[in-house]
């Protein structure tokens, strides 16, 4: 696989530009609408694209897009179309006037993510932990592997050894690329912090057949 070196944005830049993209302004805790930090987005946005080739001219959907952060990112990066999918309206109406603010077009789609259908090159999606609806990382697993070659996904560290043995099951290679913390704002009701930090892993996902 050849990767280019051209680099048209900086991680940086990138970086600074999401952090213009506002945050789900009413979070609902049934779907675990936590968003993905910048640094984070930007660190697996610039992985994707320039060490592995999977987003400048390729088709991208964001599963449970939320802030669009990671689509938007996308977008920057020069995916040749971009999607983004949330059941929640609100959601995408705050991800419609993010991609406004930083006048970038993406298609923006409320739908469950068991409605989809299609094919796309890349998949990027910061799931729900699963902690309120049990397994629910797994069913946004199992859409990405219906819709996409690859999947760049998020999930907390406890829960690895779990994911692995599902996505050995279903005859795909993954590997971890990054470890490391995810600051949760303090958001509900039953946050006593004002930011929680929760150990994650992004892995990337390959379909072999």
């Known amino acids: 696989m050849e990767v280019s070196n051209e680099i048209p944005i900086r991680k940086r830049d990138l970086e600074i530009a999401l952090q213009r993209v506002v945050p789900h302004p009413n979070p609902k805790v049934l779907l675990e609408q936590y968003t ?3 640094d984070l987005a930007a660190h ?15 088709s991208v ?18 995916a040749k179309f971009v999607v983004g999918v949330d059941i929640d309206p609100e959601s995408l109406q705050n ?17 469950d993510i068991s409605s989809l259908q299609g094919r796309f090159n890349t998949v990027l999606m910061n799931p729900p ?4 609806r049990r397994h629910n990382d797994v ?41 490391t913390e995810m600051p949760i704002e303090h958001q509900f009701a039953f946050h006593r912090k004002r930011r929680y930090f929760v150990e994650v892993e992004v892995i990337r996902i390959r379909r072999t057949s």
């Open 36 to 38: 993905i930090p910048s």
């Open 129 to 132: 932990f699963g902690t309120k």
């Open 61 to 78: 959907i964001d599963l449970g897009t939320g802030s669009g952060r990671l689509a938007l990112g996308a977008v920057m990066l020069g």
């Open 44 to 58: 697996i946005l610039f992985y994707a694209c320039y060490t592995y080739g999977d987003i400048r001219g390729k």
């Open 95 to 111: 991800a419609l006037a993010n991609s406004r603010r930083l006048g970038l077009e993406a298609d923006w789609v409320i739908s």
């Open 139 to 179: 069913r946004f697993l199992r859409v990405a592997l219906d819709l996409g070659e690859i999947i760049y996904s998020i999930h907390k560290a406890t829960t690895m050894s779990f994911i692995s043995r599902w996505l050995k099951e279903k005859n795909v290679t993954s590997e971890s690329i990054i470890k």
